[in-house]
């Protein structure tokens, strides 16, 4: 069983950045490949980045490639999300994922999900 919470949401002018962090709980936290998903209002959860159990790969949406930076820190169990430029378009609930070893950009093959953080862009 893994937990995660999130934290690092606000609200923020366009131009500006934000990093959220993820905080896991379980002690295999090394062997999971970690997501960042959002969904906006009346929208689906849509893939903003990922990063794979080791921390050498990554894969990012196209939305966001060149302004997000995914990172993970293993001794402390947190995963990042290092958001720059941000654009009013970003405004959505932002949410940590957990999939067993293996990158998942699929929301729905993902194995735990935390509580999400609102992120908040104004124009």
């Known amino acids: 069983q893994v937990q995660l919470v999130e934290s690092g949401g606000g609200l923020v002018q366009a131009g500006g950045s934000l990093r959220l962090s993820c905080v896991a709980s379980?002690?295999?936290?090394?062997?999971?490949?970690m997501g960042w998903f959002r969904q906006g209002p009346d929208q689906e959860r849509e893939f903003v980045a990922a990063?794979?159990?080791?921390?050498?790969?990554?894969s990012y949406a196209d939305s966001v490639k060149g302004r997000f930076t995914i990172s993970r820190d293993n001794i402390k169990n947190t995963v990042y999300l290092q958001m720059n430029s941000l654009k009013p378009e970003d405004t959505a609930v932002y949410y940590c994922?957990?999939?067993?070893?293996?990158?998942?950009?699929?929301?729905?093959?993902?194995?735990?999900w935390g509580q999400g953080t609102q992120v908040t862009v104004s124009s």
């Open positions: 990063i794979s159990w080791t921390g050498s790969s990554t």
């Open positions: 994922a957990a999939n067993w070893q293996s990158i998942a950009t699929r929301p729905s093959s993902n194995d735990y």
């Open positions: 379980g002690r295999t936290f090394s062997s999971y490949a």
